[in-house]
């Protein structure tokens, strides 16, 4: 049995980030985890969740893994969000898995969380199947 694909899920999406070069130029950094204090903007990894299908002639997973944006105004978020878009639409690979999607869920923009930063949150959709 083949382990849950969501590790290379992960790992490919923060390299396809991290390499996007108009994102990066927006943010200071894009966080799997966050001690302390962080300037802004950033971006930070959230939840990921996957959920098993099998049919009777392939094997795979609907994963959602949900990516947090801080920033100093709504603007700045919005225009995070609109470069990992275009970061998403440039094709998904992943070793050993076909991805048969890779799509926005959701995105929603929040009020001021406290005096210092706004937040995004995006969810992001895969489906994958393991490679036989």
Known sequence: MK???I???QKNLYDRLRNFDT???KVVGIFD???GEQNLPYVSFG???STEYVTN?????EIFQTLHIYGGTKTEIGEVIHEIEKALK???SIQNYDCHMCRIQAIEI???QNEDYFQGKIQIKLKITEVL
Do not use: N, R, W
């Open 23 to 25: 994102l990066m130029g």
């Open 57 to 61: 002639v392939l094997k795979g997973e």
């Open 90 to 92: 440039e094709g998904f």
């Open 3 to 5: 382990p849950s694909g």
């Open 33 to 35: 985890d966050i001690q």
């Open 47 to 49: 939840e990921i969740t």
């Open 7 to 9: 590790l290379p899920v």
């Open 110 to 112: 929040f009020d001021k």
